[in-house]
């Protein structure tokens, strides 16, 4: 082991074990005894033999952090409702890191009238979950952008949430919350159509929208392949 600092090892634990076995395994167990309080795998102290768990798997699959699916397992309930779901989806340990910057704190100011989906409050605009949850709905209603911090976290929550979105489905699967397994595919729905869930089912089909459209063969959008959002207006 070259640099032993960069891995948490002390000098001294490394002159007690050159080979570095012991320090290996210490941290093997480790992270298995974590797994295992957190119920993604089943460890048996005595045979030392680990078992899988279906929570484990949909973690695996969905690459979810241990501390997002802990978090997930713990406040889903049967009768979670779908403005609770977005929530949890913003309180995920993937966007912990996305405090808001001080150049981005005017414009989410700008953004916070427009939130209808989730109540978010001024006095934490600053903070992770409230602009992850004014984000999501920004993307969902295609609202223009200027800061570029803001379009790349935009990005960034959009393509996580997606996958995280898909794992609460499962979640809700293994556990038999029909409640849950509805709301999340909704919402899965509503992410990839960009659409917002009191709007009109036809408002895919508007020309601002990018699904739905008829295309020539040149693929190119034709002008009987969208309605008009007057059109749709009135169906609303």
Same mark, same amino acid.
């Given at each position: 082991m070259k640099n032993p600092h960069n891995y948490g090892v002390s000098v001294t634990d490394l002159q007690?074990?050159?080979?570095?076995?012991? /320090?290996?395994?210490? #941290?093997? *167990?480790? %992270? /298995?005894?974590?797994?295992? #309080?957190?119920?993604? %795998?089943?460890? $048996?102290? !005595? *045979? !030392?033999?680990?078992?899988? *768990?279906?929570?484990?798997? /949909?973690?695996? $699959?969905y690459y979810i952090n241990t501390d997002t699916m802990s978090y997930f397992m713990a406040n889903l309930k049967p009768t979670t409702q779908p403005m609770a779901i977005l929530d949890h989806l913003a309180h995920a340990n993937e966007f912990k890191q996305l405090d808001a910057r001080r150049e981005e704190i005017p414009e989410l100011g700008l953004l916070l009238p427009e939130c209808e989906l989730v109540e978010v409050s001024k006095d934490v605009v600053n903070e992770a979950p409230t602009k992850v949850l004014m984000l999501f709905e920004a993307y969902l209603k295609q609202r223009p952008l200027k800061t570029f911090s803001l379009i790349s976290d935009m990005a960034y929550i959009v393509q996580n949430s997606a996958r995280l979105l898909r794992a609460l489905f499962e979640i809700g699967l293994q556990r038999n919350y029909a409640n849950v397994m509805k709301a999340t595919l909704e919402w899965c729905q509503i992410l990839d159509k960009r659409v917002l869930p009191n709007t009109h089912v036809m408002r895919q089909f508007t020309l601002n929208c990018s699904v739905g459209k008829l295309t020539n063969q040149n693929n190119k959008v034709t002008r009987f392949g969208y309605l008009k959002d007057d059109i749709v207006y009135r169906l609303e």
């Amino acid at each position: 082991m070259k640099n032993p600092h960069n891995y948490g090892v002390s000098v001294t634990d490394l002159q007690n074990d050159p080979s570095g076995h012991l /320090i290996l395994l210490k #941290r093997v *167990t480790d %992270i /298995i005894e974590q797994l295992n #309080r957190a119920r993604l %795998i089943r460890f $048996n102290r !005595e *045979t !030392e033999q680990v078992y899988s *768990t279906d929570m484990g798997r /949909i973690a695996s $699959n969905y690459y979810i952090n241990t501390d997002t699916m802990s978090y997930f397992m713990a406040n889903l309930k049967p009768t979670t409702q779908p403005m609770a779901i977005l929530d949890h989806l913003a309180h995920a340990n993937e966007f912990k890191q996305l405090d808001a910057r001080r150049e981005e704190i005017p414009e989410l100011g700008l953004l916070l009238p427009e939130c209808e989906l989730v109540e978010v409050s001024k006095d934490v605009v600053n903070e992770a979950p409230t602009k992850v949850l004014m984000l999501f709905e920004a993307y969902l209603k295609q609202r223009p952008l200027k800061t570029f911090s803001l379009i790349s976290d935009m990005a960034y929550i959009v393509q996580n949430s997606a996958r995280l979105l898909r794992a609460l489905f499962e979640i809700g699967l293994q556990r038999n919350y029909a409640n849950v397994m509805k709301a999340t595919l909704e919402w899965c729905q509503i992410l990839d159509k960009r659409v917002l869930p009191n709007t009109h089912v036809m408002r895919q089909f508007t020309l601002n929208c990018s699904v739905g459209k008829l295309t020539n063969q040149n693929n190119k959008v034709t002008r009987f392949g969208y309605l008009k959002d007057d059109i749709v207006y009135r169906l609303e």
